[in-house]
């Protein structure tokens, strides 16, 4: 059964958010009902689906208990009430997830961070598969990717690479991207054909704004040196490179991408908020899940996740344990979408259960 009291509060809310938007509100009261507008529109549309869908059966019901309709009529009226009755269920269970308690993350941009793990130079080389794969993700959903930090490799691929994800619902999509990731297969600098198995970690953080976590400057230890790089570029030639240490946590930040010390400054402040931020979300979650079984969105850095296996093309997600034969297309953003649909049911599956248990 749906929560037909938590669905009445949230039309009256709709209502009433409507209503105050039509009355020219001033501009910062116009951007928060606009959202909070946005945020209930779909679960009013299906609560009002779902409201017309019983209104009907009660009708169709009392047609079936009348003794003096016509045998035709009833006839239909009962194949009527079949249909129905799998649409008024399929209803509640879309009414059940969107009432769900949110991620008050899950709108916000992303800071996606790929290290290179155990695997040397192989490492490497699928640290850059995997930042490929989520660039052309993000280009497949209209989201913005912006490079903050680089550490390439000598034979290619990355030792680390930052970027930061703009767009919508960027963080719901990829929160569950976090942990370590590993790939077999034969390398191509391998002459007897033999398997390796090499890792990166991913972490996906929420990207924090000032007022989400607020860092004071007592706190912080601000050390400027010398960029290192290929001789002789411009970049080399002042000491623009910034490394921010938070000293209550023991979080190192270092940027040195820019050729100005205080764009590097800025880069270095957003990803240290973020992991901030993220530490704190983490903190919470754990306290949350003490008493319970861990969940999938725990995002526990040291976790292994998910395998790509070349030899047998298969990637597996040992979460949920669900494999699909396809990992070309994983790897190219295509099929990155049945992963995370999945993940994302398993979540919801959980939060559900949890509901009914706390209820």
Excluded: C
Aim: hydrophobic share 40%; net charge negative; no cysteine.
């Amino acid at each position: 059964m749906f929560a037909r009291e938590k669905l009445n509060k949230v039309i009256d809310r709709f209502d009433q958010v409507e209503a105050q938007l039509a009355s020219a509100p001033q501009a910062d009261d116009f951007v928060r009902l606009s959202k909070e507008y946005s945020d209930l529109s779909p679960i009013v549309e299906v609560g009002r689906e779902l409201l017309g869908v019983e209104e009907e059966r009660t009708g169709l019901q009392d047609m079936l208990d009348d003794p003096d309709a016509d045998a035709e009529m009833s006839a239909l009226a009962r194949d009527e009430l079949g249909v129905l009755d799998e649409r008024m269920s399929a209803l509640q269970e879309r009414l059940k997830i969107l009432l769900l308690p949110k991620d008050a993350a899950d709108d916000k941009n992303a800071i996606l961070e790929i290290r290179a793990g155990t695997g040397g130079d192989e490492a490497a080389l699928f640290a850059g598969d995997l930042f490929r794969m989520y660039q052309r993700y993000a280009e497949a959903n209209g989201w913005k990717l912006d490079l903050m930090s680089v550490s390439e490799a000598d034979l290619g691929g990355y030792k680390e690479i930052i970027a930061e994800i703009s767009g919508k619902g960027v963080f719901a999509r990829l929160k569950f991207e976090s942990g370590v990731h590993r790939v077999q297969r034969v390398p191509e600098t391998e002459s007897g054909g033999r398997i390796h198995t090499s890792a990166a970690t991913v972490a996906v953080l929420p990207e924090a704004e000032e007022v989400d976590i607020e860092i004071e400057d007592k706190d912080l230890r601000v050390d400027v040196y010398r960029a290192s790089g290929p001789g002789g570029q411009s970049v080399n030639t002042t000491d623009s490179a910034v490394r921010i240490t938070h000293l209550p946590t023991g979080i190192v930040v270092t940027q040195q991408d820019e050729k100005s010390q205080h764009k590097n400054r800025a880069k270095a402040m957003k990803v240290l908020r973020s992991r901030l931020y993220d530490a704190e979300r983490q903190r919470l979650a754990s306290e949350r899940a003490a008493d319970r079984r861990e969940q999938v969105g725990s995002g526990d850095r040291s976790e292994r996740i998910r395998t790509y296996n070349f030899p047998q093309g298969r990637v597996t997600d040992h979460r949920i344990n669900l494999t699909l034969y396809k990992i070309d297309k994983v790897l190219e953003g295509e099929a990155l979408d049945e992963v995370v649909d999945a993940l994302t049911a398993d979540h919801q599956a959980h939060l559900l259960a949890a509901e009914s248990e706390y209820h």
